[in-house]
């Protein structure tokens, strides 16, 4: 079974600083994939950014980058140069790949407050 | 850029009443997932459906029922709600088992 642990239930940051939101998980699975979600405070869920189990390099999507260490089972966001509209709660997911369907597994959630 | 709507919005019912919530996308995605997500549990999969004509359980069907007429849509039944059925529930769609879920705006139900 697969398992999501996001420790962290709140983060602050200043506005243009970088953060690091903490993703660790647990699988059995060689082959899975990462996933981070954004949820703002208006309740939509934001599709964020994607790592491979395989991937030789870590993902980055625009100040979004995912620092992937696989022996350490971690899949920390990294996001630069914070912004006030950063403030959200964001989730950390995972799913095996190359095995059929295969539930998404969410953490609990990290809420994130950016100050000015 | 339509994506994936969900309608109701909002809804509060009445303990034993019945409701269907709509999920609708226009990205011609084979997956659709209904999820519900409670205060400190994430989000938890109730049922989803890998295409037309077909429906799997989730982590939590119990109290739901769905159903995937149509490619594009996918419905959420409760036929006797009840007072722990009160959530926020998202609808998802994706290519592939595998590739990001995209999600609704939410419905958020309250059972009185």
């Known amino acids: 079974a697969q398992k999501i642990t996001q420790t962290q239930p709140g983060m602050f940051v200043q506005e243009k600083e970088a953060v690091t939101l903490d993703c660790t998980y647990d699988t059995s699975d060689p082959s899975y994939g990462l996933f981070w979600y954004k949820q703002p405070s208006s309740g939509e869920m934001i599709f964020l950014i994607y790592q491979g189990s395989y991937d030789q390099q870590n993902a980055t999507e625009g100040r979004y980058s995912l620092n992937f260490q696989k022996a350490r089972k971690s899949a920390n966001l990294v996001i630069s140069a914070s912004q006030l509209g950063d403030s959200a709660m964001y989730f950390c997911?995972?799913?095996?790949?190359?095995?059929?369907?295969?539930?998404?597994?969410f953490g609990t959630g990290t809420r994130l407050l950016v100050s000015p | 850029n339509a994506g994936v709507t969900q309608t109701p919005k909002f809804r509060v019912l009445k303990t034993g009443q019945s409701m269907t919530l709509l999920c609708a996308q226009d990205?011609?995605?084979?997956?659709m997932y209904w999820y519900r997500q409670d205060p400190g549990m994430g989000l938890r999969l109730i049922h989803y459906?890998?295409?037309?004509?077909?429906?799997a359980k989730g982590e939590v069907p119990d109290g739901y029922n769905v159903s995937r007429l149509k490619k594009q849509n996918f419905l959420l039944g409760l036929e006797s709600a009840a007072p722990s059925q009160t959530s926020v529930y998202f609808c998802?769609?994706?290519?592939?088992?595998?590739?990001?879920?995209?999600f609704g705006d939410g419905t958020r139900l309250s059972i009185l």
């Open positions: 459906s890998v295409g037309e004509g077909t429906t």
């Open positions: 990205m011609n995605h084979e997956y």
């Open positions: 998802a769609s994706s290519k592939t088992e595998n590739q990001p879920q995209h």
């Open positions: 997911a995972m799913t095996p790949m190359n095995t059929g369907f295969q539930k998404l597994v």
